[in-house]
């Protein structure tokens, strides 16, 4: 038998050697069907057993690719030839080896390569189905090798157009579809990330898809097809197309994984897929798909496929935080199940983690992946750590995740992931921190640091461990002496790293700055321990990162608080706060302040560092500027956080300590608002009285320049800080001194403020005309309680019981304007306290201290005295109850709580503090106190200050009463003043454009005010009416003056008013008659003024209503006569000058006995009636007489007679004159020739005015004098 198939084999060799010879000799033109026969004999060949050792070393390859290229078009030959082809490289390894030929064989053999003719076959006989498939099959062969696939598709023929056109063809051939999907997965990988681009632009990837949908039951397809999506799922842009509505790659991949769950290369090549449709981040719709669960069941049932697992779990680390927010959201919509079953289902892929690590330990990339599974995993499914660890029912992942960063200790990677899932456990489960710091584990990540110390993700991850790892632990110094240089190593190493500062400085701040309880900090032992950790950062240069790293990462919040925290701890150190300053760490500070204005930890932590490192010698004046800035911004954005505030004004006062200039600059930057706020809602809020301390020695810092205290008032105006305001006013600010030119109380007014407000500014003593201006301020913005405070300084004057409107031009009046000008027999005159004095006090206490402080610091010879400040420890503020809890214990500004409050001697009246400071020795003393304070020198008598300040405080209660009233503020006053008198009795609203007065007459606030009214004085205004309803209510009116208004007929029910005595109606247009009414009596009527109206006749029925009348005033009417007696028996004045009278009745005045003063001046008189003998005053001047009438000389009681501007001829002698009484006689401008003083020249002797001037006289006659 051996000999047979010996001899057989020898034949089978013979044979072929022929085939061969005749294959090489074939000529050209031969007949086809012979040469088919050849290659058809030598194809069967390569299906014998021995067809390896046949066909070995005949190379009959070379004369096939000559006969494949000269009959190119032939199709038998092709489909024969090609066959053999294929069927050489199976059975001959060398094969492939020979076909690749030496370097540039195409540019030397004139017959084309093997890359060129497969492809120029499948281009010539592409509509043929047999060829396209043996064609995809040799490619398939050929593509095997790297350098034919490379010189395929370096030709200029595109293969991917040739095999998708063949695929497209021939759609429905399996064969067809399954070689051309494997040889495009082969391409695939050989391309560019451009190219694969240009194919998913194309939509090329859609003969793919094709292919998979009609054949989506033949896994050989399936895979092909999900190889070649794997291939092109590289660049993002792709992966974008994939994941698109029209495509739904995840789609596809599920349903394969489903379709064929026992594959596991679909498996597997379906979980790298999805792993790279991960990478795109459509993290949300590859849950929503549910793809995570078809990778959790690959990744459980294939534990021992690397790949696999490498994808899988990688894909799920991945989608980890959408898995576990979609969950909740789901549980919150389903009903709760069984708890077990839920537990159980949570875990998830924590056996697949736990498995992958164990199986894999050799396999640096599973260990990656797992490492990083289980880390996510950690992270979002809280729960999870309690089934880790070395207990029953738990899996110890955390020994297999050390024993991964140890094995792999070269892998930077892999350290890595492990690092950051220790990291997550330690984090959530503290349990783990003794097993691994008693493993020490930290020395072997220190050494891994080391090992790749030039890797900013080994670092980053390793000191991130550290921080948990030493969190909250109570660490050895040796073990902080052995950790804490190697993090400052790596930090150094890694200047540029963000992520590794960050961390580095988080581990770091574990050892220099832990999180002890308050007890242990105490400890001794601890803060040793703890100074020699920070000494040994500092000999380390820690500083020196920090800046480093605050000043380069400006943006990283993280970065900030670390550094500024790291440097908190060491600044306490001198020589670390002068190595601080030195490198600049204070402009370092300022700037991350200004980067991180809303951060409160930044902020807190950044002003409690510039109070402790800034001094008189790195306090410049550029720097000031910022300081202010920044500081009061701070306060002002978080005004309600306590730690804030406190750190920021101790700052505050550290720097104003330093230097005086600093309070302007607070003030420019508005810290004056910062302070009005804190102290205001401090007193009102009841805070804890240390902060108010605070609050009030900034406060004081700043009262102690004038300017500033009038900037602060003016400020607190503006904010409407009644607080404030009172409290500045008694340090001494100026309500005067407005910056602008509109005044402090016109601008309080103009903005509508408080009415508090307005009465501390009135009360300080603002200026008239000021105040003048600020009432047409508020008139315009009908502010009736700000207007009544104003009218009350300008109008209410008490000492005569009286309010003065008159010629404020108010143009209305409201009763409610003048309702707090009346005194209230029903308010409360106690004095009241109020929050701003209790501030004030506080703020000259300490004021007074300071100074005594850099008194005794400056060394001077003549110190103030100790008992001085004893004496103010007898001294206390006595709060109301509101105030009680707040100022309780509030003595000392520098102590926590003496005893008592402030400045009231206990068990003794109350004294203002004004009071105090307001002897000249203690103005010396005080910041200007007194606005016109007299000018003293700097230095005071300590021995005057004590004696006159007990003059002041130590006086027994009657003195102190004395002082207290002769120190009286105007408020005070009127207090006092309303009390002793009861009612005002005149008011006067003259000259104020008033229309009406209507309000008046309503029952209103001032109704019971006005029934004591004794005056009412309502001239120069233009009232056309008198309200009825008011003469009612003016029951005790003796006085009203309506002079110079509108009023055109005479209100008579004027009359009815009970004690009307004088009424003026002058200068008004009545007329041209008043009929009084003759059933209205009006018997307390005196004076009664109509002058200057349009009246053509005297008023009727006058006698009847008035007969008490006493003084009429006709003057200025039209009256042209009288006919009728006056019959007036009280009548003491009549004044009918500058009308038109020419005649009087005679019997005028028949009735008027009391006559004493007549006045017809400027009008057509030529003769006078009978006269009254009462009469003493005659006014005749200028009218019509041409001789004196008989009834002036028989006058008894003459004193005075005006007849100047007559036609008077002749003047009477002594001797015809019946008064002997005569003091003035008036005859300028008359007729006048002779004066006869001859006889009883004597009667004239009394005479002290006799006017004769422009007359005709040109001589005296001889005056003959009696002997008397």
């Known amino acids: 038998m051996a000999s047979g198939s010996s001899q057989g084999c020898e034949e089978d060799e013979e044979t072929l050697k022929k085939l061969i010879v005749r294959l090489n000799n074939v000529q050209e033109g031969k007949q086809i069907e012979t040469l088919v026969q050849i290659l058809e004999d030598l194809l069967v060949f390569t299906y014998a057993d021995h067809a390896s050792k046949l066909f070995q070393g005949k190379h009959v390859h070379v004369p096939l690719l000559i006969i494949l290229d000269s009959y190119m078009r032939v199709a038998s030959v092709q489909q024969v030839g090609w066959s053999l082809l294929c069927k050489l490289i199976e059975i001959c390894p060398g094969t492939m080896q020979s076909l690749m030929g030496p370097q540039d064989i195409g540019h030397d053999w004139e017959v084309l390569g093997v890359h060129q003719l497969i492809l120029k076959m499948l281009t010539v006989h592409n509509a043929s189905i047999n060829l396209s498939t043996v064609g995809l099959k040799a490619l398939d062969l050929l593509l095997s090798s790297g350098k034919i696939t490379l010189l395929i598709l370096d030709e200029e023929s595109d293969i991917f157009l040739l095999i998708f056109d063949a695929m497209n063809t021939f759609s429905a051939n399996d064969e067809i579809q399954k070689l051309g999907c494997k040889a495009l997965h082969v391409l695939f990988e050989r391309v560019s990330e451009e190219q694969l681009t240009d194919f998913v632009e194309n939509k090329d990837y859609m003969v793919l898809l094709s292919a998979l949908k009609n054949f989506k039951d033949e896994e050989e397809i399936v895979f092909h097809v999900l190889h070649c999506l794997h291939s092109l799922a590289i660049p993002c842009n792709n992966v974008e197309v994939l994941m698109s509505g029209n495509v739904r790659c995840y789609n596809i991949v599920v349903e394969a994984m489903k379709a064929f769950p026992i594959s596991e290369k679909i498996q597997e090549v379906s979980c790298c897929l999805l792993h790279r449709l991960t990478l795109g981040n459509f993290f949300n719709i590859l849950v929503l798909n549910e793809v995570h669960t078809c990778v959790v069941k690959a990744v459980q049932q294939y534990p021992k496929n690397a790949a696999l697992q490498i994808s899988a779990l990688s894909c799920l680390a991945l989608l980890t935080e959408t898995i576990f927010l979609n969950q909740d959201l789901e549980e919150k919509n389903e009903n709760q199940e069984n708890d077990d079953e839920e537990e159980e289902d949570k875990l998830f892929w924590l056996e697949a983690c736990y498995k992958a690590l164990t199986w894999h330990r050799k396999n640096k990339h599973v260990q990656e992946a797992a490492c990083w599974a289980l880390n996510n995993l950690l992270m979002y499914q809280n729960s999870l750590h309690e089934k880790l660890g070395d207990e029953d029912g738990q899996f110890p992942a955390h020994r297999e995740v050390m024993l991964s960063m140890l094995m792999h200790s070269s892998s930077k990677e892999v350290f890595q992931a492990a690092a950051n899932a220790l990291s997550t456990l330690l984090e959530q489960n503290v349990n783990f921190r003794k097993i691994l710091l008693s493993k020490g584990i930290y020395l072997n990540v220190l050494e891994l640091m080391q090992k790749h110390i030039y890797s900013p993700e080994v670092a980053e991850s390793g000191c991130k461990m550290l921080n948990h790892l030493f969190e909250g632990s109570n660490t050895s110094v040796d073990t902080m002496a052995a950790v804490v240089p190697k993090i400052i190593t790596v930090m150094k190493s890694h200047e540029a790293s963000l992520s590794v500062q960050l961390e580095a400085l988080r581990a770091i701040l574990h050892f220099i700055r832990p999180g002890m309880p308050e007890g242990s900090r105490e400890d001794t032992e601890s803060q040793h321990k703890l100074n020699i950790v920070k000494k040994q950062c500092f000999r380390n240069d820690i500083q020196q990162l920090v800046l480093a790293a605050l000043n380069r990462f400006i943006g990283n919040p993280g970065i900030q608080k670390c550094g500024l925290k790291v440097i908190s701890s060491i600044a306490h150190f001198p020589e670390a706060l002068a190595m601080l300053s030195l490198e600049g760490a204070i402009d370092s500070v300022l700037h991350t302040l200004q980067m991180y204005p809303d951060d409160q930890e930044i902020q807190c932590l950044g002003l409690s560092l510039i109070g402790c490192m800034i001094t008189k010698k790195n306090l410049c004046i550029g720097t000031e500027h910022l300081l202010a800035k920044i500081l009061v911004s701070s306060l002002q954005r978080f005004k309600d956080v306590a730690e804030v505030q406190i750190e920021g004004l101790q700052t505050i006062l550290a720097i104003l300590e330093l230097s005086v200039s600093f309070s302007k600059l607070l003030v420019y930057h508005s810290f004056d608002s910062v302070i009005f706020h804190q102290l205001s809602s401090s007193i009102m809020e009841q805070k804890d009285h240390q902060f108010i301390n605070l609050c009030c020695k900034c406060f004081a810092k700043l009262a102690v320049d004038d300017e500033l205290k009038n900037t602060m008032l003016e400020r607190a105006c503006d904010q409407n800080n009644s607080i404030m305001v009172e409290c500045l006013l008694l340090l001494g600010a100026d309500a005067n001194q407005a910056k602008g030119t509109t005044s402090l109380i016109c601008q309080v007014c103009e903005k509508e403020s408080s009415p508090k407000l307005v009465e501390l500014l009135l009360n300080s003593g603002s200026r008239e005309q000021d105040v003048r201006k600020a009432l047409t301020i ?39 304007w003048l309702g707090p000008l009346f005194p209230d027999k029903t308010s409360n005159l ?44 007898e001294w206390t503020f006595i709060p109301d109850s509101s105030m009680d809890s707040v100022f309780a214990q509030s003595d000392d500004l520098d102590s926590e709580g003496s005893e008592g409050s402030f400045l009231v001697k206990k068990k003794s009246n109350s004294i203002s503090v004004g009071e105090f400071y307001r002897d000249p020795a203690l103005q010396r003393y005080s910041p200007n106190l007194q606005r016109h304070s007299n000018s003293l020198g700097p230095i005071f008598d300590s021995e005057d200050l004590l004696r006159r300040k007990r003059k002041i405080l130590s006086s027994d209660d009657s003195l102190r009463s004395s002082k207290l009233q002769s120190h009286m503020r105007q408020s005070d006053s009127i207090s006092s003043l309303v009390s002793e008198r009861e009612y005002i009795t005149s008011l006067d609203l003259s000259a104020n454009e008033l229309r009406d007065i209507d309000a008046l007459s309503q029952k209103c606030c001032i109704s019971g005010h006005l029934e004591h009214l004794e005056k009412l004085e309502l001239h120069q205004n233009v009232l056309t009416s008198f309200p009825r309803q008011l003469c009612e209510t003016l029951k005790c009116l003796t006085h009203l003056d309506l002079h110079s208004n509108k009023f055109t007929s005479f209100p008579c029910y004027l009359l009815k008013m009970n004690c009307i005595a004088n009424l003026d109606v002058s200068r008004n247009d009545i007329g041209p008659s008043v009929v009084l009414d003759p059933a209205v009596k009006c018997p307390t009527l005196k004076q009664f003024n109509l002058s200057y109206n349009q009246l053509s006749s005297v008023p009727e029925n006058l006698a009847d209503v008035v007969e008490k009348l006493e003084q009429l005033v006709l003057e200025g009417n039209k009256i042209s006569e009288i006919c009728f007696p006056l019959s007036l028996k009280e009548l003491k004045i009549l004044n009918l000058s500058k009308n038109h009278i020419s005649s009087l009745s005679e019997n005028f005045l028949e009735a008027c006995p009391k006559v004493e003063i007549f006045s017809a001046r400027m009008n057509f008189l030529a003769a006078m009636p009978f006269l009254p003998s009462s009469m003493t005053n005659l006014k005749l001047s200028q009218n019509k007489f041409t001789c004196i009438p008989e009834a002036i000389l028989n006058l008894p009681h003459l004193r005075s007679l005006d007849m100047s501007n007559n036609d008077i001829q002749y003047l009477p002698g002594p001797a015809h004159w019946k008064s002997l009484n005569l003091r003035e006689l008036l005859f300028s401008y008359n007729q006048i020739s002779v004066l006869d003083l001859s006889e009883k020249a004597y009667a004239w002797s009394r005479v002290e005015k006799l006017h004769l001037s422009h007359n005709n006289l040109k001589e005296l006659l001889p005056i003959k004098l009696q002997k008397n």
């Open 778 to 816: 508020s008139i315009g913005k009908g502010d009736s309680q700000t207007i009544s405070l104003l009218l009350r300084r300008l109008a209410l004057d008490m000492a005569n019981n009286s309010i003065c409107l008159g010629g404020f031009c108010i143009g209305k009046i409201e009763p409610s």
């Open 830 to 873: 106690r004095k009241q306290t109020n929050i701003g004095s209790t501030l004030a006090r506080m703020v000259l206490r300490y004021q007074m201290k300071s100074a005594v402080a850099e008194g005794a610091a400056s060394g001077s010879d003549r110190n103030f005295p100790e008992d001085v400040l004893d004496k103010l420890g």
